[in-house]
């Protein structure tokens, strides 16, 4: 399980799904969240009333009860909490270099659907620092629907979808993929490994964990990989798109996007993007 959360935030209401999922995650580890927060403001003008309401939030859930005391948290539910902010402009090499100083086991962030073109005349902060994080990142999207349901908050990934091109894909894709259905409150799991194109020995060679409560299933589709992700997500009702992802590595990419940044722009779910480890 992913127990070591980085949630940067811009302190942005919009966030709050990405923000309670980052929370369920860090809370269902036993682990830690660090809301880590990249602005102008010098140390006395930090908002920190506007950053994420850690306490009010399990409050809500009725994880703890009302007027909760700071040391609660880590009393009562094993979960530690840091709010951090770093006086910068550059957001992206800030948190780079924050991260490069802490192990995280994974990212999260709030994103938004917009077109290539609109990326590139209003640039998302989220896909840079994903790519220089170099960690698994879970992009929770702003609108559509949230994992996290109900008043106690439970975090629900019961169906998904892992888009396999190669062998080196699964390798990473599919751990990752049982590590965070390993933090959902629902049973039983169903996995789809979705292959896109004509050579399905891909999915034939691949070896697979058995846990009992998780149903495998294979499916080939022909065409454009992110139309058939879309059509996947839309059709299998899936709940998290895991994708292996190599980064930015061509015009191409930096233009239309990758087919990670394509899918997390288009299907409305939360997509984890899982980078090959570094050479």
């Avoid at 080196?168 to 990752?176: L, M, Y």
């Avoid at 697979?208 to 839309?234: C, F, M, Y």
Wanted: hydrophobic share 40%.
């Amino acid at each position: 399980m992913y127990s070591r959360i980085l949630f940067p935030t811009a302190l942005h209401p919009e966030e709050d799904a990405a923000f309670h999922t980052a929370l369920r995650l860090a809370l269902g580890a036993r682990g830690s969240i660090t809301l880590l927060h990249v602005g102008k403001e010098d140390r006395e003008h930090v908002p920190w009333d506007r950053f994420p309401p850690v306490r009010k939030t399990l409050e809500k859930w009725d994880l703890l009860p009302a007027g909760s005391a700071v040391g609660d948290v880590h009393q009562h539910l094993g979960l530690s909490v840091r709010k951090l902010a770093l006086h910068a402009s550059n957001v992206t090499g800030s948190v780079q270099e924050h991260m490069e100083h802490h192990g995280y086991d994974l990212v999260v962030m709030g994103t938004e659907a917009r077109s290539s073109w609109g990326r590139l005349l209003r640039p998302s902060k989220a896909e840079p620092i994903a790519e220089a994080a170099h960690r698994p990142t879970l992009f929770v999207p702003r609108s559509g629907r949230s994992p996290v349901h109900g008043q106690k908050a439970e975090l629900r990934f019961q169906r998904l979808l892992v888009p396999v091109r190669s062998v080196p894909d699964a390798s990473v894709a599919i751990p990752a993929a049982m590590a965070m259905a390993a933090c959902s409150l629902s049973e039983p799991l169903e996995i789809t490994l979705l292959h896109v194109g004509e050579d399905t020995t891909v999915l034939d060679h691949l070896k697979l964990p058995d846990p009992p409560n998780v149903t495998w299933h294979r499916a080939v589709r022909s065409g454009s990989v992110k139309e058939q992700i879309a059509n996947a997500v839309d059709a299998l009702d899936i709940d998290l798109v895991v994708m292996a992802t190599n980064g930015v590595d061509s015009l191409k990419d930096d233009i239309f996007g990758t087919t990670t940044e394509q899918t997390l722009h288009t299907v409305e779910r939360p997509v984890l993007a899982v980078p090959h480890p570094a050479e």
